[in-house]
């Protein structure tokens, strides 16, 4: 307990020291599917690391640049220069106003002042008398240098890696321009929106005047029906051989069915189906419907039960009549139903369906911070409870188990912070168990580059026995990312420490570790038998991954090359594992996306694993 204080007041004091560097600018949402998947309450906050998935209805897919574009304001005397620009190879400028020159018109560089160069666009300067000369900022600090050090020489091989890749795809390599056009480009020709299966009444996202609406009388609210209906279908066939003379070859079939009814903007109810997967009665696996080329035997896994069922709102918005004015405060967002619940990015909490009721207060502000969220969850049926030491995968459906939990984000001025407490009783074999999780979101601005960081420090208490599924741990995670010098591309650095055995209190099969946040080698691809290529528990081990991710052809092409490991810090065999994983995903049309995967790991006293997949994801 002591070493996990100590460690996570250090991870925490660096990162409040490390943020004082630059500005942090709130993380958005990723997610540009119709609203419905998840209720708001339970949503995650952005993580630092790759772009896994392209989603046709929202391409092209752009990770957050770390450099600033070039860009010219109308003023006069006036002009911005962008850290990238070609006036010195990338060094960061600053930008002053001195009184011009007598001639009006210079080439760029072309004559020194003071020490100082000029730089011109070739034509005179318009305005009042006055110019801008470029200097050069201070040096970067020691400190500077030693941070930017390890990120410089993990940078260093992505030009070459991505340019060969880009031949062997046959593709154009997408690359970040900053400075001006100089001709006009006219009006350019944007994509069609791509419908839904079923859009009445109201188009997802479509233009033109809101419909009157339905007034209810007493109540108040005013209500524009409309339904929407949408889904996605994915096949892989796919061949896992895990070292232990248990190979999987398989074809597996995945099919998400959505239908929202929105009453409002505030107001809707959603339910979901997975017809072709089913959770087995145990809850220890996801059984998919699927052909075992091994034994040549069809796998049933049919299922219409549902996989979402809720209802949305907001008290303030279904009932004004309470407070006309907008002055009570009475807007407190709710979910009811069955439901998917994320917390610390699936670290602490990640149930696809779980029965529960949300209370969420939003927009609280206390002067110190520019919005907070906090909601409170209770749960009471459908937790999977989990375990770092039963076998694999880990999970177990327990009927008897209840869940309460409070979750907060609130953002400041350089950080995101999510600070989380959960509470879950169960019968005398699960046990009770109380978790706790803090974690900062944050943007690091330094001389040359920019860096996403996300870290993390969880940990687990059992309130009466330890049982198998109640066990005392703590758990440190940490991702970095930053984006390489003209261009999208995506480079990332995730490690995790866990110590004792840290017990998550709720999570469904496909996500049995919340180390598969650390990468896709370590994730479980969310279909068929397959489990991931170096599947890890939270318990006395250490690890992380390195991966490069590169953008062509305008971002409808991706490929992510990530090498990881880990390695058991106690124990009597004190394993380690090590592999590597390339993934590659182009999309075609506005509604497919064709995925291809192959990896190698090698785990002591195994022989050693191998893999590869290919899948045909259909949205629509």
């Not at 405060?329 to 779980?354: C, K, N, T, W």
């Not at 749960?379 to 188990?401: F, Y």
Request: aromatic residues 10%; negative net charge.
């Amino acid at each position: 307990m002591r070493l996990f204080l100590f460690t996570s007041l250090t991870i925490f004091a660096w990162l409040a020291a490390a943020a004082a560097q630059g500005e942090f600018t709130a993380p958005a949402s990723s997610s540009q599917v119709p609203p419905g998947a998840t209720p708001s309450s339970s949503q995650p906050a952005s993580p630092a690391g790759p772009n896994l998935f392209l989603r046709p209805t929202d391409l092209p897919i752009v990770p957050e640049s770390a450099s600033s574009s070039a860009s010219a304001s109308n003023g006069a005397n006036e002009i911005a220069v962008s850290s990238d620009s070609d006036l010195d190879n990338g060094a960061p400028k600053r930008l002053e106003r001195l009184p011009v020159p007598d001639q009006h018109e210079m080439t760029s560089p072309s004559h020194e002042a003071e020490g100082h160069e000029y730089y011109t666009t070739g034509a005179p300067f318009p305005g009042d008398g006055g110019m801008f000369f470029c200097f050069p900022e201070d040096p970067p600090s020691r400190c500077e240098k030693a941070v930017n050090f390890l990120p410089e020489l993990l940078t260093h091989p992505n030009d070459a890696f991505g340019d060969c890749w880009a031949k062997l795809l046959c593709a154009e390599r997408d690359e970040l321009h900053t400075e001006l056009e100089e001709e006009a480009i006219g009006l350019q020709y944007i994509v069609p929106r791509p419908r839904l299966l079923v859009e009445c009444n109201e188009r997802f996202l479509g233009p033109g005047p809101l419909a009157t609406g339905i007034e209810l009388g007493l109540l108040g609210p005013v209500w524009r029906p409309a339904l929407w209906v949408w889904g996605e279908h994915r096949s892989a066939a796919q061949y896992y051989d895990n070292g232990s003379n248990n190979a999987i070859s398989e074809e597996a079939n995945r099919l998400d069915l959505f239908a929202q009814l929105n009453l409002s903007g505030t107001e809707r109810f959603l339910f979901a189906v997975r017809p072709l997967d089913r959770e087995n009665s145990l809850g220890t696996a996801r059984e998919f419907a699927s052909y075992d080329f091994g034994t040549g035997n069809d796998l049933p896994g049919f299922n219409f039960q549902p996989q979402s069922a809720f209802f949305e709102g907001d008290f303030g918005e279904l009932f004004p009549w309470l407070d006309p004015y907008d002055s009570e405060f009475l807007d407190y967002g709710f979910s009811v139903g069955r439901m998917p619940l994320l917390a610390q990015q699936g670290l602490l909490l990640a149930e696809d369906a779980i029965d529960a009721l949300t209370i969420t207060r939003n927009t609280v502000n206390n002067g110190r911070n520019l919005n907070q969220r906090i909601t409170g969850v209770v749960a009471w049926n459908e937790i999977n409870r989990n375990s770092p030491v039963a076998p694999n995968p880990g999970t177990m459906l327990d009927e008897n188990s209840k869940m309460i939990a409070v979750l907060t984000e609130t953002d400041f001025f350089r950080s995101t912070v999510n600070a989380d407490v959960v509470y879950v009783a169960g019968d005398d074999v699960q046990g009770d168990l109380v978790v706790t999780g803090l974690s900062g979101i944050q943007r690091h601005y330094f001389h040359h580059n920019t860096f996403n960081t996300s870290l993390h420090a969880l940990a687990s208490f059992p309130t009466d026995k330890t049982t198998p599924y109640a066990e005392q741990g703590e758990l440190l995670f940490a991702q970095t990312s930053w984006t390489p010098h003209h261009y999208y591309d995506l480079i990332y650095v995730n490690g995790f420490v866990a110590i004792d055995q840290f017990t998550s209190p709720a999570r469904e099969p496909l996500a049995a570790s919340p180390i598969g946040l650390a990468g896709i080698g370590f994730a479980h691809t969310g279909l068929g038998r397959a489990g991931p290529p170096m599947g890890v528990r939270t318990s006395d081990v250490t690890g992380g991954a390195l991966g490069y991710q590169w953008f062509f052809d305008g971002t409808r092409k991706q490929l992510i090359w990530e090498t990881g490991g880990a390695k058991e810090i106690e124990g009597p065999a004190s394993r380690g594992i090590v592999g590597t994983i390339l993934r590659y995903q182009a999309a075609h049309g506005q509604h497919t996306i064709f995925l291809l995967d192959g990896f190698v790991a090698k785990q002591e006293t195994f022989d050693l694993s191998v893999g590869g997949r290919a899948e045909i994801r259909l949205k629509f």
